[in-house]
Protein backbone atom coordinates (compact mmCIF):
# COMPACT_ATOMS: atom_id res chain seq x y z
CA UNK A 1 0.00 0.00 0.00
CA UNK A 2 1.41 3.50 -1.06
CA UNK A 3 1.36 6.16 1.78
CA UNK A 4 2.78 9.47 1.76
CA UNK A 5 3.86 10.56 4.87
CA UNK A 6 4.92 13.94 6.28
CA UNK A 7 6.65 14.66 9.16
CA UNK A 8 7.37 17.89 10.97
CA UNK A 9 7.90 19.74 7.74
CA UNK A 10 8.83 23.61 7.94
CA UNK A 11 8.69 25.06 4.46
CA UNK A 12 9.75 29.09 3.69
CA UNK A 13 9.61 30.67 0.54
CA UNK A 14 11.68 33.59 -0.05
CA UNK A 15 12.88 33.65 3.08
CA UNK A 16 9.19 33.66 4.84
CA UNK A 17 8.58 30.38 6.43
CA UNK A 18 5.00 29.54 5.52
CA UNK A 19 4.91 25.90 6.99
CA UNK A 20 6.01 25.81 10.86
CA UNK A 21 5.42 22.17 11.38
CA UNK A 22 3.12 20.38 9.88
CA UNK A 23 2.15 16.32 10.17
CA UNK A 24 0.03 14.38 7.73
CA UNK A 25 -0.43 10.73 6.27
CA UNK A 26 -2.08 10.06 3.45
CA UNK A 27 -2.84 6.40 2.83
CA UNK A 28 -3.95 4.17 -0.74
CA UNK A 29 -7.71 4.78 -1.62
CA UNK A 30 -8.41 8.13 0.86
CA UNK A 31 -9.28 11.45 -0.23
CA UNK A 32 -8.20 14.10 2.04
CA UNK A 33 -9.65 17.63 2.02
CA UNK A 34 -7.42 20.56 2.48
CA UNK A 35 -8.99 23.70 4.30
CA UNK A 36 -7.71 27.04 5.86
CA UNK A 37 -8.12 30.52 5.05
CA UNK A 38 -6.12 31.87 2.09
CA UNK A 39 -2.54 33.01 2.48
CA UNK A 40 -2.34 30.44 5.60
CA UNK A 41 0.27 27.12 3.57
CA UNK A 42 -2.22 24.96 1.79
CA UNK A 43 -0.81 25.85 -1.56
CA UNK A 44 2.53 25.83 -0.37
CA UNK A 45 2.73 22.21 1.32
CA UNK A 46 1.62 20.55 -2.26
CA UNK A 47 3.57 22.39 -4.21
CA UNK A 48 6.48 21.35 -1.60
CA UNK A 49 5.41 18.12 -2.00
CA UNK A 50 5.46 18.16 -5.92
CA UNK A 51 9.39 19.74 -5.37
CA UNK A 52 8.63 23.09 -6.93
CA UNK A 53 12.19 24.74 -6.36
CA UNK A 54 11.14 27.74 -5.12
CA UNK A 55 9.60 26.03 -1.86
CA UNK A 56 12.97 24.85 -0.03
CA UNK A 57 12.13 22.62 3.12
CA UNK A 58 14.66 23.45 6.05
CA UNK A 59 13.12 20.80 8.67
CA UNK A 60 11.09 17.87 8.39
CA UNK A 61 10.15 14.73 6.21
CA UNK A 62 8.18 13.94 3.24
CA UNK A 63 8.11 10.06 2.05
CA UNK A 64 5.98 8.16 -0.46
CA UNK A 65 5.95 4.48 -0.89
CA UNK A 66 8.37 4.12 1.52
CA UNK A 67 10.55 6.35 -0.46
CA UNK A 68 12.17 10.08 0.57
CA UNK A 69 10.90 12.02 -2.20
CA UNK A 70 12.32 14.97 -1.07
CA UNK A 71 16.19 13.75 -2.22
CA UNK A 72 13.99 13.34 -5.93
CA UNK A 73 13.36 15.85 -8.61
CA UNK A 74 10.34 17.05 -9.69
CA UNK A 75 10.22 14.25 -12.60
CA UNK A 76 11.21 11.58 -10.53
CA UNK A 77 8.21 12.62 -7.89
CA UNK A 78 6.02 12.69 -10.94
CA UNK A 79 7.19 8.71 -12.03
CA UNK A 80 6.82 7.76 -8.49
CA UNK A 81 2.70 8.68 -8.80
CA UNK A 82 3.00 12.26 -7.52
CA UNK A 83 0.14 14.66 -9.17
CA UNK A 84 -0.77 17.99 -9.03
CA UNK A 85 -3.36 19.96 -10.34
CA UNK A 86 -2.78 23.45 -10.59
CA UNK A 87 -4.25 26.61 -9.15
CA UNK A 88 -3.24 28.30 -11.83
CA UNK A 89 -2.11 25.93 -15.25
CA UNK A 90 0.68 27.30 -17.33
CA UNK A 91 0.27 27.81 -21.00
CA UNK A 92 2.94 26.35 -22.66
CA UNK A 93 2.87 27.83 -26.71
CA UNK A 94 4.08 25.23 -29.47
CA UNK A 95 3.92 22.50 -27.83
CA UNK A 96 0.19 20.55 -28.05
CA UNK A 97 -1.52 18.43 -25.60
CA UNK A 98 -1.13 15.14 -27.59
CA UNK A 99 2.90 15.85 -27.78
CA UNK A 100 3.22 16.96 -23.90
CA UNK A 101 1.21 13.88 -22.86
CA UNK A 102 2.97 11.22 -25.00
CA UNK A 103 6.28 12.39 -24.08
CA UNK A 104 5.02 12.97 -20.23
CA UNK A 105 3.19 8.84 -20.64
CA UNK A 106 6.92 7.49 -22.50
CA UNK A 107 8.73 8.87 -19.19
CA UNK A 108 6.69 6.45 -17.13
CA UNK A 109 7.01 3.65 -19.32
CA UNK A 110 9.56 1.27 -19.94
CA UNK A 111 8.35 0.73 -23.81
CA UNK A 112 6.65 3.70 -25.76
CA UNK A 113 3.13 3.68 -26.27
CA UNK A 114 2.00 3.19 -29.52
CA UNK A 115 0.79 5.66 -31.32
CA UNK A 116 -2.89 3.99 -31.89
CA UNK A 117 -3.50 2.86 -28.25
CA UNK A 118 -2.22 6.93 -27.35
CA UNK A 119 -4.93 8.07 -29.96
CA UNK A 120 -7.69 5.79 -28.37
CA UNK A 121 -6.83 6.34 -24.96
CA UNK A 122 -6.90 10.45 -25.19
CA UNK A 123 -10.14 10.34 -27.30
CA UNK A 124 -11.65 8.50 -24.71
CA UNK A 125 -10.60 11.15 -21.96
CA UNK A 126 -11.45 13.88 -23.99
CA UNK A 127 -15.16 12.36 -24.35
CA UNK A 128 -14.66 11.73 -20.23
CA UNK A 129 -13.97 15.31 -19.54
CA UNK A 130 -16.62 16.54 -22.25
CA UNK A 131 -13.47 18.64 -23.78
CA UNK A 132 -13.74 19.74 -27.29
CA UNK A 133 -12.46 17.03 -30.12
CA UNK A 134 -9.74 19.43 -31.17
CA UNK A 135 -7.59 19.45 -27.75
CA UNK A 136 -5.28 17.16 -28.46
CA UNK A 137 -4.45 19.57 -31.39
CA UNK A 138 -4.24 22.93 -29.72
CA UNK A 139 -0.92 24.15 -27.84
CA UNK A 140 -1.22 23.75 -23.87
CA UNK A 141 -3.75 25.60 -22.65
CA UNK A 142 -2.77 28.26 -24.74
CA UNK A 143 -6.18 30.87 -25.51
CA UNK A 144 -8.39 27.98 -23.01
CA UNK A 145 -10.63 29.81 -20.62
CA UNK A 146 -10.36 29.45 -17.04
CA UNK A 147 -12.43 26.21 -17.03
CA UNK A 148 -11.03 24.98 -19.75
CA UNK A 149 -7.38 24.89 -18.00
CA UNK A 150 -8.68 23.07 -15.45
CA UNK A 151 -10.64 20.50 -16.86
CA UNK A 152 -7.48 19.82 -18.83
CA UNK A 153 -5.49 19.46 -15.71
CA UNK A 154 -7.80 16.18 -15.09
CA UNK A 155 -7.44 14.85 -18.57
CA UNK A 156 -3.70 15.17 -18.32
CA UNK A 157 -4.46 13.09 -14.56
CA UNK A 158 -6.37 10.62 -16.11
CA UNK A 159 -4.08 9.85 -19.09
CA UNK A 160 -0.76 9.17 -16.58
CA UNK A 161 -2.79 7.40 -13.80
CA UNK A 162 -1.35 8.70 -10.56
CA UNK A 163 -1.63 6.89 -7.59
CA UNK A 164 -1.27 10.40 -5.41
CA UNK A 165 -3.08 13.27 -6.80
CA UNK A 166 -3.00 16.66 -5.50
CA UNK A 167 -5.95 19.55 -6.01
CA UNK A 168 -5.29 22.56 -5.50
CA UNK A 169 -8.36 24.48 -5.67
CA UNK A 170 -9.17 22.77 -9.50
CA UNK A 171 -13.44 23.66 -8.98
CA UNK A 172 -12.64 27.46 -9.38
CA UNK A 173 -13.58 28.84 -12.83
CA UNK A 174 -16.04 25.73 -13.03
CA UNK A 175 -19.56 25.90 -14.01
CA UNK A 176 -21.82 23.68 -11.90
CA UNK A 177 -22.03 20.97 -15.08
CA UNK A 178 -17.93 21.00 -15.18
CA UNK A 179 -17.99 20.89 -11.36
CA UNK A 180 -20.18 17.97 -12.13
CA UNK A 181 -17.64 16.13 -14.72
CA UNK A 182 -14.66 17.19 -13.15
CA UNK A 183 -15.99 15.29 -9.93
CA UNK A 184 -17.46 12.23 -12.11
CA UNK A 185 -13.85 12.32 -13.18
CA UNK A 186 -11.83 12.27 -10.37
CA UNK A 187 -14.50 9.49 -8.30
CA UNK A 188 -13.90 7.25 -11.54
CA UNK A 189 -10.27 7.43 -10.94
CA UNK A 190 -10.07 6.97 -7.06
CA UNK A 191 -12.63 3.55 -7.41
CA UNK A 192 -11.07 2.34 -10.73
CA UNK A 193 -7.59 2.65 -9.49
CA UNK A 194 -7.24 3.34 -5.67
CA UNK A 195 -5.81 6.39 -6.31
CA UNK A 196 -5.88 8.75 -3.20
CA UNK A 197 -6.31 12.59 -3.31
CA UNK A 198 -5.52 15.96 -1.50
CA UNK A 199 -8.34 18.28 -2.20
CA UNK A 200 -8.02 22.25 -1.87
CA UNK A 201 -11.24 23.76 -2.10
CA UNK A 202 -12.89 26.50 -0.34
CA UNK A 203 -16.50 24.88 -1.25
CA UNK A 204 -17.95 22.23 0.52
CA UNK A 205 -20.49 21.59 -2.50
CA UNK A 206 -17.19 19.79 -4.22
CA UNK A 207 -16.52 18.22 -1.38
CA UNK A 208 -20.17 16.80 -1.28
CA UNK A 209 -19.44 15.39 -4.51
CA UNK A 210 -16.23 13.89 -3.74
CA UNK A 211 -16.75 13.08 -0.62
CA UNK A 212 -13.44 13.16 1.65
CA UNK A 213 -12.88 10.82 4.62
CA UNK A 214 -10.59 13.33 5.95
CA UNK A 215 -10.42 16.70 6.84
CA UNK A 216 -7.51 19.22 7.84
CA UNK A 217 -7.69 22.40 8.29
CA UNK A 218 -4.50 24.52 7.74
CA UNK A 219 -3.81 28.19 10.08
CA UNK A 220 -0.60 29.79 9.91
CA UNK A 221 1.65 27.04 8.71
CA UNK A 222 -0.06 24.16 11.07
CA UNK A 223 -2.72 21.94 10.77
CA UNK A 224 -4.64 22.95 14.22
CA UNK A 225 -7.83 20.45 13.54
CA UNK A 226 -8.54 17.17 11.91
CA UNK A 227 -11.91 15.48 11.31
CA UNK A 228 -14.56 14.06 8.84
CA UNK A 229 -15.71 14.93 6.02
CA UNK A 230 -18.77 16.55 8.65
CA UNK A 231 -15.91 19.05 9.54
CA UNK A 232 -15.90 20.32 6.18
CA UNK A 233 -19.65 21.22 6.68
CA UNK A 234 -19.04 23.22 9.80
CA UNK A 235 -16.70 25.16 8.45
CA UNK A 236 -18.89 26.10 5.14
CA UNK A 237 -21.55 26.57 7.40
CA UNK A 238 -19.94 28.69 10.20
CA UNK A 239 -16.41 30.09 8.57
CA UNK A 240 -12.95 29.77 10.61
CA UNK A 241 -13.52 31.92 13.61
CA UNK A 242 -14.96 29.59 15.86
CA UNK A 243 -11.63 27.51 14.87
CA UNK A 244 -9.58 30.76 16.07
CA UNK A 245 -11.03 30.64 19.43
CA UNK A 246 -11.35 27.17 20.52
CA UNK A 247 -7.92 26.52 19.21
CA UNK A 248 -6.23 30.18 19.94
CA UNK A 249 -4.73 30.68 16.73
CA UNK A 250 -4.41 33.55 14.69
CA UNK A 251 -4.53 33.38 10.89
CA UNK A 252 -1.79 34.59 8.54
CA UNK A 253 -2.78 37.19 6.16
CA UNK A 254 -1.89 37.04 2.23
CA UNK A 255 -0.59 40.57 2.72
CA UNK A 256 1.95 39.28 5.75
CA UNK A 257 2.94 36.35 3.70
CA UNK A 258 2.71 37.73 0.31
CA UNK A 259 3.59 34.96 -1.63
CA UNK A 260 1.66 33.24 -4.73
CA UNK A 261 1.88 29.86 -5.75
CA UNK A 262 3.98 29.83 -9.60
CA UNK A 263 4.53 26.80 -11.31
CA UNK A 264 7.91 27.59 -12.38
CA UNK A 265 7.10 26.24 -15.36
CA UNK A 266 6.52 21.95 -14.35
CA UNK A 267 3.47 21.90 -15.97
CA UNK A 268 1.12 19.68 -13.74
CA UNK A 269 3.47 17.19 -12.69
CA UNK A 270 4.77 15.80 -16.25
CA UNK A 271 8.45 16.58 -16.63
CA UNK A 272 9.89 19.85 -18.01
CA UNK A 273 12.42 17.90 -20.00
CA UNK A 274 8.98 16.03 -21.41
CA UNK A 275 7.32 19.28 -22.72
CA UNK A 276 11.04 20.61 -23.96
CA UNK A 277 11.58 17.36 -26.35
CA UNK A 278 7.81 17.51 -27.34
CA UNK A 279 8.13 21.00 -28.62
CA UNK A 280 11.55 20.22 -30.55
CA UNK A 281 9.34 17.33 -32.70
Not at 193 to 203: E, G, P
Not at 242 to 270: D, F, H, K, L
Request: proline share 3%; aromatic share 6%.
Amino acid sequence: MKTLEIKNLHVEVEGKEILKGVDLTVNENEVHALMGPNGNGKSTLLAAIMGNPKYIVTEGSITYDGKNILEMPVNERSVAGLFLAMQYPQEIPGVTNSDFLRAAMNVRREQPISLFKFIKEMESTIKDLEMKEDLAHRFLNEGFSGGEKKRNEIVQMEMLKPTLSMLDEIDSGLDVDALRIVADALNKMKNETNMSMIVVSHYERFYQLIKPQFTHVLVNGKIVVEGGEELAEKIDQEGYDWIYQEYNVQPASEAQNNVRTVSTGIGTCAVRTAAESAGKK
